[in-house]
């Protein structure tokens, strides 16, 4: 590519960049003088009124609803796929994807809801029950052995897969037991992963920011922007 198609390129993408950056502030814009009529109180009192009103409701029910809703089904699909193992002879292709097709729902299911129960145990902490705790424990307990499981019969797919859910270390032993193409995979889903979180970040930073909701939210939303960024380019730096 010589120094003139670059520029090309360039000046394209700066244009795209010009007229996102030109919507968002007439977005942001939009939102603030809506925000500005609303008579008594500010924009983000009303919506917290509103959210708590809401949450007062739905919270006594947000764990059960959390374990009815994810971690039964979770369960369904795990002895789905302990079912096709049992008839998997150990080479056939098919089998071995639809079982890691059945097992990565079930990692998704677990990992939804873990922090729908964070959630839910945060709005009542002030008057949080004993039987609500012991709702939270059972459920975060019960996906971490949903997982476990999960992570057993991986590894009896694939005995030279090593680490258990339990075990601190656990991400850094399973990574360094995969092999090549594996590693190659989790670096691709992992630099999606950051590239969402930086977008992320930077729509809530603009909602914060036209709410008024005070420098603490914004902060701790900058906070995780920056060290998703730092610890991506030290990665890269290595």
Known sequence: MNKKELKKENRKAFLSLIVVMILSGLGGGILGVA????????????????????????????????????????ILLLQKAYKNFKR???????????????????????????PLCIFFISCIRTNMSGIMFVEFLAAVFVAMGIQQKVVDLIRLMNPEKKGSVYEFKF????????????????????YKSYKATQMSCMILWLILYVMDVGLVPIFVVLLIFCISTISYMMEAIK
Do not use: H, Y
Not at 93 to 103: M, N
């Open 35 to 74: 925000s500005s009529f609303l008579e008594g109180s500010t924009f983000a009192e009303k919506l917290q009124m509103t959210a708590t009103q809401i949450f007062q409701r739905i919270v006594p029910w947000g764990i059960p609803a959390t374990a009815v809703g994810l971690l039964i089904p979770a």
């Open 88 to 114: 998997w002879d150990g080479e056939e292709e098919q089998v071995a994807e639809r079982i890691d097709r059945i097992l990565n729902k079930v990692l998704l299911l677990c990992s939804l809801s873990v």
């Open 171 to 190: 991400q850094k032993k399973w990574f360094d037991s995969c092999d090549e193409a594996e590693r190659k995979k989790i670096g691709e889903a992992s």
